[in-house]
């Protein structure tokens, strides 16, 4: 069974601290994977995928084949990335557009 | 964002009854998608549509009705509504579902309680 487990709820550092937002996933086949970011009465929108091997807003997203897992890290965590974290793989022998998220984490960044 | 919309942004209603909650995008994206997001369990998807007429079923689509007859409007029905079906639910659509071009882009979501 397709499976994506974020297995914080909630993550609180200081400001500066650095911040790793944990995702581990179930597939078969090879996934490809997304991280989407909602900020306090904003919307739901995509922070960054792994295809594109970006850094958005200083995060970073590896993709772990052997760990199944894509956690999603920042070296020195700023107040404004307080926000609820979810992770999305999408499943690559399916031609929906489907993706499933996971449980989501919310990070608390701390002055 | 101002593409998708949803209404109504806020709805209370009692049990039993029907609800109707909008979705409309102007960006003629084929695929839209309907979640439902609760504490614990994230965000899940109800139903999804691959064009106009074309509607399949997520992780949790029993109890809800939807339907695309226009590419515009995904509009999602709660047959006979249940407490369970307190949610905040999202409406998202995409252009494209090729990877490198995959985005959801994300109405504002309507906040349902069932009393």
């Known amino acids: 069974a397709q499976r994506v487990t974020q297995p914080e709820k909630l993550l609180s550092v200081f400001k500066g601290a650095p911040v790793e937002l944990k995702c581990n996933y179930s597939y078969s086949g090879s996934p490809e994977l997304f991280w989407y970011v909602q900020y306090s009465r904003q919307r739901l929108q995509l922070l960054l995928r792994?295809?594109s091997r970006e850094s958005i807003k200083g995060f970073t997203a590896d993709l772990n084949k052997g760990e199944t897992s894509f956690h999603l890290k920042k070296p020195f965590a700023q107040e404004e990335d307080s926000a609820m974290y979810y992770c999305a793989p999408k499943n690559m022998t399916s031609n929906t557009g489907k993706l499933i998220f996971g449980q989501g984490t919310t990070l608390q960044v701390k002055p | 964002d101002a593409g998708i919309t949803q209404s109504p942004r806020y709805k209370i209603t009692e049990t039993g009854r029907q609800v109707t909650l909008m979705c409309h995008q102007t960006?003629?994206?084929?695929?839209m998608f309907w979640y439902r997001q609760d504490l614990g369990h994230g965000l899940r998807l109800i139903y999804y549509?691959?064009?106009?007429?074309?509607?399949d079923k997520g992780e949790v689509p029993d109890g809800y009705v939807v339907s695309r007859s226009k590419t515009e409007n995904f509009p999602l029905t709660l047959e006979s509504a249940t407490r369970s079906q307190t949610s905040v639910y999202f409406c998202?659509?995409?252009?494209?579902?090729?990877?490198?071009?995959?985005?959801?882009?994300f109405g504002p979501g309507t906040r349902l309680l069932v009393l």
């Open positions: 792994h295809i």
């Open positions: 960006w003629s994206h084929s695929y």
């Open positions: 549509s691959a064009a106009a007429d074309i509607t």
């Open positions: 998202a659509s995409s252009e494209s579902n090729r990877v490198a071009q995959e985005t959801q882009y």
